[in-house]
């Protein structure tokens, strides 16, 4: 048998292809949330890597083609563990000042990049600080990619203190929500053991935006949630 294409590229990389690996939660029949953390990868992404796979929950990264040149094997275990993957843009700017054909490289090369060091083609993009409009959200969706924007942000860049992050996780966990944290953030990291516990016990299932939006998907140039 011969394999082509991404398919390809996934099983050389070590990926794993792209079905829902949460197709069997169904957030229509049980408390659903997704945890987003934006920036990555960074040196502190491993770290939450390995408590998701302790604790056997799924979240979502936007990831800036510029960090995945740096870390592409942070990158690839992204995708390798489960975890949902999308386009921050390639260096992080605010997209509303910029051209069309600026904007538009920022979300291709990004997109290019993701796709060729993880074997992951990108659906969903998230424009940097959440600025956004109707030109970003339509040069977005003519790249194929649906806007992800967020329930509830932690301010997490601001607040630096673990304790303080997870009481702001707490305080905006709700069904079917989506709330935004950085990876970048040490203080974050260290926080995730106590809010995943917590977040259990409190009878969420944590999942990825994909997994969250369920059999209606994700339509590109459409903004979620």
């Known amino acids: 048998m011969v394999v082509h294409g991404l398919l390809a590229l996934s099983l050389a990389a070590g990926v794993v292809p792209a079905a829902d690996v949460q197709a069997k939660i169904d957030c229509s029949k049980v408390k659903c949330l997704a945890l987003t953390f934006d920036d990555g990868p960074g040196k502190h992404t491993g770290t939450l890597l390995d408590l998701l796979k302790k604790e056997k929950v799924k979240a979502t990264f936007f990831v800036t083609g510029k960090h995945v040149e740096e870390s592409p094997s942070v990158a690839r275990r992204v995708v390798r563990e489960g975890h949902a993957i999308g386009n921050h843009t390639y260096s992080h700017q605010s997209l509303p000042p910029l051209l069309d054909y600026e904007i538009t490289d920022q979300i291709q090369v990004a997109s290019a990049i993701i796709e060729d060091k993880t074997g992951r083609r990108v659906r969903m993009f998230r424009p940097p600080y959440g600025h956004t409009d109707d030109r970003v959200l339509g040069i977005a969706g003519e790249q194929g990619l ?52 917590e977040l259990k016990k409190r009878g969420y299932h944590l999942v990825t935006v994909p997994a969250l939006a369920g059999g209606k998907g994700l339509e590109p140039g459409v903004g979620y949630p």
């Open 146 to 197: 649906a806007q992800v924007l967020w329930t509830g942000t932690t301010l997490d860049w601001s607040l630096r203190d673990a304790k303080k992050i997870k009481a702001a996780v707490l305080r905006l966990a709700r069904r079917d929500g989506v709330i935004l944290m950085h990876d970048t953030v040490p203080q974050t990291v260290q926080a995730m053991p106590a809010i995943v516990k």
